[in-house]
């Protein structure tokens, strides 16, 4: 079993900057993709970024390419989401998720995740 744990929402005005660090517990940390995913009111959950095992290997949304940042610390068991230049349009919950062997272009698929933190609220006032 694993679990996620993300922290470090809030508020902040545009153009601003928070990090979002998602702690792990359970099976191998470095073995597995790690992922993060947003859900704003009224929309449907969508990928932001995925980070390999290793940290070696990123993936990103258009939306967020050149503004976020993913890092991890497997000696930690912690993943880091580092978001520059925010936008309103970045107002949403966010979530971290565990993908175990993924890889390639289903890191953007949500449902390829085992398991799922319980979500951050971020908010960006204009």
């Known amino acids: 079993q694993v679990q996620l744990v993300e922290s470090g929402g809030g508020l902040v005005q545009a153009g601003g900057s928070l990090r979002l660090p998602c702690a792990a517990s359970?099976?191998?940390?470095?073995?597995?993709?790690m992922g993060w995913f947003r859900q704003a009111p009224g929309k449907e959950r969508e990928f932001v970024g995925a980070i390999s095992g290793s940290g070696g290997r990123t993936y990103y949304a258009e939306s967020v390419k050149g503004r976020f940042t993913l890092t991890r610390d497997n000696a930690k068991n912690t993943m880091y989401l580092q978001m520059n230049s925010l936008k309103p349009e970045d107002t949403a919950v966010y979530y971290c998720?565990?993908?175990?062997?993924?890889?390639?272009?289903?890191?953007?698929?949500?449902?390829?995740?085992?398991?799922w933190g319980q979500g951050t609220q971020v908010t960006v006032s204009s």
């Open positions: 359970g099976r191998t940390f470095s073995g597995s993709v």
């Open positions: 998720a565990e993908g175990g062997a993924i890889s390639g272009t289903v890191v953007t698929v949500g449902s390829r995740y085992d398991y």
